[in-house]
């Protein structure tokens, strides 16, 4: 699996949420490292797509579509939002 940036899951990001998010500021739950979304590493070939912090390598979002449905985890995020 080669990792990516952030900018790779625009398209999903905006199906998901409505709106373009490369830009919005994500802050890792674990180390507290804030960035824009694009500065994230992406994995699009997990079991779904896995998103984990630049700084510290944890999960910070996951994405899976199941019967048409996406499922989203976003349990390593402590904010998704401007600063």
Do not use: K
Not at 45 to 59: E, K, L, Q
Not at 64 to 70: G, K, L, M, S, W
């Amino acid at each position: 699996m080669d990792p990516l940036d952030g900018n790779a899951i625009g398209g999903l990001m905006h199906e998901v949420f409505g709106a373009e998010m490369t830009a919005v500021t994500a802050t890792c739950a674990t180390c507290g490292a804030s960035g824009p979304v694009a500065q994230t590493v992406v994995y699009l070939d997990a079991p779904g797509t896995v998103v984990r912090c630049r700084n510290c390598a944890s999960v910070l979002m996951v994405f899976a579509r199941v019967h048409d449905r996406y499922c989203v985890d976003l349990q390593g995020l402590a904010a998704l939002g401007a600063r």
